[in-house]
């Protein structure tokens, strides 16, 4: 493989919103989630991850707007696709936007868009907030029909779930492992061979994040529950530069087999 060969740096964006779950578990200012993000930023971030949930049960109103004032790296903001949502989107103008599926009873996001029957809807949805400039990103499962259809709708990015091959590989189910990755493997090349930028994300961890940190075509991870869970022993810091050394250990080795 030539240098201009060369895999292109994976992106890590960093997920705050569980520092505002604690935050709001006990009220107050505490811990606060813009310093995470400042930290984040410090450490290597090459984005800030927000979750604004319509019930508000960890990002606020007023982080969004912290988050905007003080950021020097990119804001993607996770939001469902309502019209407040949008509202808000259209008044901040942040770099990103990843449309959501949200219910309000799930603990976390359960799974990806479902963009295949919602299409023109969505195309509607997605349309305001290209022309103000927002670079629109689609979380979906790796299946082709909803890559097709992000595609159709106007997306420039697309974020695979990793949150099925992340499970099979925390239970020690290495066919089921084997199976999600082949999956997400096949779908991030077609989603890239259609020009979508490939993002991934959903219960990435140290043990899950090396295979598809190496897929050629995944361009960031974003990763949030697992970095801030592991802060709390090691640091946000040494959390997220371990996260870091990962993922580019992946990348070089990919890089090398390329070569060979």
């Given at each position: 493989m030539s240098e201009t060969t060369k895999l292109p740096p994976l992106?890590?964006?960093?997920?705050?919103?569980?520092?505002?779950?604690?935050?709001?578990?006990?009220?107050?200012?505490?811990?606060?989630?813009?310093?995470?993000?400042?930290?984040?930023?410090?450490?290597?971030?090459?984005?800030?991850?927000?979750?604004?949930?319509?019930?508000?049960?960890?990002?606020?109103?007023?982080?969004?707007?912290?988050?905007?004032?003080?950021?020097?790296?990119?804001?993607n903001f996770e939001m469902a696709a309502t019209q407040e949502m949008q509202d808000i989107a259209l008044r901040h103008k942040p770099h990103a936007v990843c449309i959501v599926p949200e219910k309000r009873e799930e603990k976390t996001t359960e799974g990806g868009l479902e963009v295949a029957r919602e299409e023109n809807k969505l195309a509607h949805f997605i349309a305001p907030l290209r022309d103000a400039g927002c670079r629109v990103s689609i979380f979906i499962a790796a299946e082709r029909r909803q890559i097709e259809a992000a595609h159709r709708i106007g997306a420039e990015v697309i974020e695979l779930h990793t949150g099925g091959y992340c499970d099979a590989v925390a239970e020690g189910r290495d066919e089921a492992a084997a199976a999600e990755l082949a999956r997400l493997r096949d779908m991030s090349?077609?989603?890239?061979?259609?020009?979508?930028?490939?993002?991934?994300?959903?219960?990435?961890?140290?043990?899950?994040?090396?295979?598809?940190?190496?897929?050629?075509?995944?361009?960031?991870?974003?990763?949030?529950?697992?970095?801030?869970?592991?802060?709390?022993?090691?640091?946000?810091?040494?959390?997220?530069?371990?996260?870091?050394?990962?993922?580019?250990?992946?990348?070089?080795?990919?890089n090398a087999m390329g070569a060979a």
């Open positions: 992106r890590l964006g960093v997920n705050i919103d569980h520092v505002a779950t604690v935050r709001n578990a006990r009220g107050g200012d505490y811990p606060d989630p813009l310093r995470a993000a400042k930290l984040a930023e410090e450490a290597g971030a090459d984005g800030i991850t927000a979750h604004l949930r319509e019930d508000r049960r960890h990002i606020s109103d007023g982080d969004i707007d912290g988050l905007m004032a003080m950021l020097s790296v990119p804001l090349s077609f989603a890239d061979s259609l020009g979508l930028e490939v993002h991934a994300g959903h219960g990435l961890t140290y043990d899950s994040v090396t295979p598809i940190a190496a897929l050629p075509e995944v361009r960031e991870l974003n990763i949030g529950h697992f970095l801030i869970g592991e802060a709390i022993f090691r640091g946000l810091t040494p959390a997220i530069a371990e996260m870091r050394r990962l993922m580019e250990t992946a990348r070089d080795q990919a």
